[in-house]
Nanobody
Framework: QVQVVESGGGLVQPGGSLRLSCAAS????????MGWYRRAPGKQRELVAV???????NYADSVKGRFTISRDNAETTVYLQMNSLEPGDTAVYYC?????????????WGQGTQVTVSS
């Protein structure tokens, strides 16, 4: 059984910080990438940050310089450090794991964690 579980969301003032965590278990194929997506009210889901197995990272333009994605050595946990938070960052944040190859390639999603930035 595959489990992807996020934690760390909450309510924070503008300019504050949060760190999201995502713990993955039960994935039997090699992991290609781990990332974070978000869905804000009335908007489509968008990529926030991704880290590939080789360690390269990519960020949405809106979060560059403010957010940092990282993972543990075993690639069982991925983090998103969010600094200088803005009201526009308010969204449900989802963890995504890209694993496997060819016909066995799968994307696994967490249940989401709410981040609200408001004064």
């Amino acid at each position: 059984q595959v489990q992807v579980v996020e934690s760390g969301g909450g309510l924070v003032q503008p300019g504050g910080s949060l760190r999201l965590s995502c713990a993955a278990s039960g994935i039997i194929f090699s992991i290609n990438a781990m990332g974070w997506y978000r869905r804000a009210p009335g908007k489509q889901r968008e990529l926030v940050a991704v880290v590939a197995s080789g360690g390269t990272t990519n960020y949405a333009d809106s979060v560059k310089g403010r957010f940092t994605i990282s993972r543990d050595n075993a690639e069982t946990t991925v983090y998103l450090q969010m600094n200088s938070l803005e009201p526009g960052d308010t969204a449900v944040y989802y963890c995504n794991i890209d694993a496997g190859r060819g016909a066995f390639r799968m994307n696994y999603w967490g249940q989401g964690t709410q981040v609200t930035v408001s004064s």
